[in-house]
């Protein structure tokens, strides 16, 4: 079982697209047995336990994907860097907040979801909160990108054993 958790800043827009995203693509390849995936965030404390953004919500409906209405936003917690095998950052700076609080013996579980896709050239998703719908919808072919060529890796590359 692949376990992994897609963090961003506040846990309610690009690390719930991509859980919808990767939910998509892991039951289009009836792959889902496979995977456990969940979402959590550097910079919680305003949007703790809320739902996704209703425009993260609209943006996946309007594309076809898997709904995160039953998704609430948390903080990431020490004992995640442990429980889940790959740990996935939404951009550069959600990645430092990272490595400042996950132990050195767990770095090389830190990835950015965009150094999984093949397709794009770019680093990071950009944060879409303070946008339009169309910000939403670009992070979505964005998030698409990076769980497509990450469901492929975990597909391809077995996962060494738990300690």
């Known amino acids: 079982m692949h376990k992994i958790l897609m963090v961003c800043m506040a846990n309610i827009c690009r690390s719930p697209m991509a859980v919808g995203a990767m939910q998509t693509v892991v039951l289009a390849r009836r792959v889902e047995h496979l995977f456990q995936i969940d979402s959590a965030g550097t910079h919680v404390r305003r949007h703790a ?3 996704p953004d209703p425009r993260a919500i609209e943006s996946m409906a309007r594309f076809g994907y898997m709904g995160t209405l039953n998704q609430r936003s948390r903080p990431i917690m020490p004992g995640d860097f ?4 790959l740990i ?3 951009d550069e700076d959600n990645l430092r907040s990272l ?3 996950c132990p050195p013996e767990l770095q090389q579980k830190l990835y ?3 150094d999984f896709a093949d397709t794009v050239h770019e680093s990071d998703i950009p944060d879409p909160y303070f946008g339009n719908a169309a910000g939403f919808d670009r992070v979505l072919s964005l998030c698409e990108a990076g ?5 492929n890796r975990c597909l391809r590359t077995p996962l060494e054993p738990q300690r």
């Open 99 to 101: 490595k400042k609080i």
């Open 88 to 90: 996935i950052a939404m």
């Open 49 to 51: 336990g809320q739902r």
């Open 112 to 114: 950015r979801l965009l």
């Open 82 to 85: 442990g429980r889940f095998d």
């Open 147 to 151: 769980v497509t060529g990450l469901v």
